[in-house]
């Protein structure tokens, strides 16, 4: 029910910078999820939001309210912690109304509260319970109810799903997805896991050392990264990367002595800044592979194949590179066969060989 | 019965031996208990007699309370528990913040503290005794209570520093913060959250001070000449008293120390059972 506005926010640890200088907006019931692999300062992010740690300069907002220098609790947000945090020595219904009961709402209002969102997350059966009693699935269940329960403005939580063991997982992401649909909240979603990101956030941050590699929704990340760091952390497999040569004629390029076409632009900008390679990124769905050699496409030796139900996943060799395929589940490919590949032209991403940065 | 059919015999032995063991120690400790107590009560003739009866033939507490009613006894007991208690109080008050800062927060020459409260310890008692009851004598402390208990409490915050510190280690820090988001201050996040599941360490902890206390005799003894503690009165008094006297003496010792585990027992469980790592 508010914005969520962070403004140059930098956090030192001694000598490391853990956030540097980040700017992000999250506007009103967006569901943001904040993606990188571990030690990337997405959590130091998260937790300067919720006020459990001091920031060493910028800005945070939520709605029009400056809350830089408030303690957690005059927030007005809820936090879902990976370890849960349920509190061991209090029944689940004391749990979930323990928000409620530190803002002072009347009993009978807090037992209607605890109830409600007890049932949201289908523990109504548990509220007498105490954690030990429960399962970790259940736990976690706790932990959501009581966030939802405080009635923030903005929903926190810190790879929520990352104790959860991976049906249970799925399941839950499902659930969660389908209740932050319902709820107009606005919620900050850290996870390291690009699928849980892909599928739940409105919007994705990608970080890396402290930064913002891209903000952009997850189809729009996962299609058109833009570094090399965000294709090669999105989608698995990740992102292909080849090596392409620009060729002396300066508007085609050669990876492995076959010839592709390139945008007009994207040589100006080689030739421009006197760069003779660039990155090639391709996923491994947008390569055709073909068994019989075509115009255009690049020569390579199945490595492995593997089985994966809808497709088949082929690991290739090209060159010195190693390339991933996805194969149509039907197609015959085996280990140590000669194979040719064409990367789909719309779906070949440029990338600037030194700064890592997306060129088209 | 099939289980037990199915377990293998060294399985069998390895349990009849940690029952074996169990029950060694326990009558280790039990045994020179009962006959303390028995001995405790029984008359005079009895306890001179030989050989003594393990079974008592015939009870009195005259003994006990002919003790008691000697040497100021009821006094030093009454002195004994006040010490205890008022160096359990202090010593838990300035040393379980001290434990909690240690375990939450990152500071300078946090290292170096650690180690400067161990050596504490380091001083034996005995070179400290004379400056130590100067320097009692000069402030006024000597031959009171407080001096007493305060000297107790000097002995007893190091362990209590550090158990209290593994205390508050064992109690994930994400509890908290989640309470602080939830609307607590730090205060009350402490109070309703870390406090009450830190206590069955508290209570483990104040066990051991309240028995380290209850037992001191050295310090006790020189820094009281009227107000002497148990243990320092039956130091000075019982060398050359009746064997009756010896047994009184080691009754009364041994019975607050057993009553006071008696209350805390039910913390120490869920301390072995969940709390501590």
Known sequence: MAEIRVENVRKVFGKVVAVKDVNLTVPDREFAVLLGPSGCGKTTLLRCIAGLEQVDGGHIFIGDQEITNLSPRDRRIAMVFQSYAVFPHMTVFDNIGFGPRMQHVPKPEIKKRVQSTAEMMHIEDLLERYPAQLSGGQRQRVAVARALAAQAQVLLMDEPLSNLDALLRLEMRAELKALMDELDTTVVYVTHDQVEALSLGDRIAVMHSGEFMQVDEPMKVYDHPAAQFVGGFIGNPPMNFLTARLADDGTTVLVNETRLPIAPETAAHLRATGQRTVWLGIRSENIDPLDAHTEGALSARVIVAEPLGSHILLTVKMGDAIVKVNAHSDSAFRSGQDIWLRPVPEKIRWMDKESGQALN | ?277
Request: hydrophobic residues 55%; glycine residues 6%.
């Open chain 2, 1 to 277: 019965m099939k289980s037990r059919v199915k377990s293998s015999y060294s399985q069998l032995i390895r349990k009849g031996l940690v029952y074996l063991a169990a029950i060694g120690v326990a009558l280790f400790i039990l045994i020179p208990i009962y006959l303390i107590t028995v001995m405790a009560f029984s008359p005079e003739d009895v306890i001179y007699g030989y050989p003594k009866p393990f079974i008592p033939q015939q009870l009195t507490a005259e003994t006990i309370l002919f003790f008691l009613n000697s040497y100021k006894m009821l006094d030093s007991v009454r002195i004994s528990m006040i010490v205890a208690i008022v160096t359990l109080v202090i010593s838990l008050l300035v040393g379980a913040p001290a434990g909690y800062a240690l375990a939450r927060y990152i500071f300078a020459g946090q290292d170096a503290y650690r180690i400067l409260i161990l050596s504490t310890r380091a001083f034996p008692m005995v070179i400290l005794s004379i400056p130590l009851a100067q320097t009692y004598i000069q402030w006024h402390l000597d031959d009171t209570i407080m001096g007493v208990a305060l000297m107790h409490t000097a002995m007893a915050l190091p362990t209590t520093i550090l158990v209290t510190s593994s205390v508050f280690v064992g109690i994930s820090k994400e509890l908290e913060e989640a309470a602080l988001t939830l609307g607590c201050s730090r205060f009350t996040a402490f109070r309703r959250i870390i406090l009450p599941l830190a206590l069955p360490g508290l209570a483990a902890s104040a066990i051991f001070t309240f028995v380290l206390s209850w037992n001191e005799v050295f310090a006790a003894a020189i820094l009281t000449v009227h107000n002497r503690t148990m243990p320092a009165r039956l130091i000075v008094g019982l060398g050359g008293s009746p064997a009756t006297f010896k047994f009184a003496g080691g009754f009364i010792m041994l019975v607050p120390a057993i009553v006071f585990m008696f209350f805390v027992r039910r913390y120490l469980f869920s301390l072995w059972g969940i709390k501590l790592k």
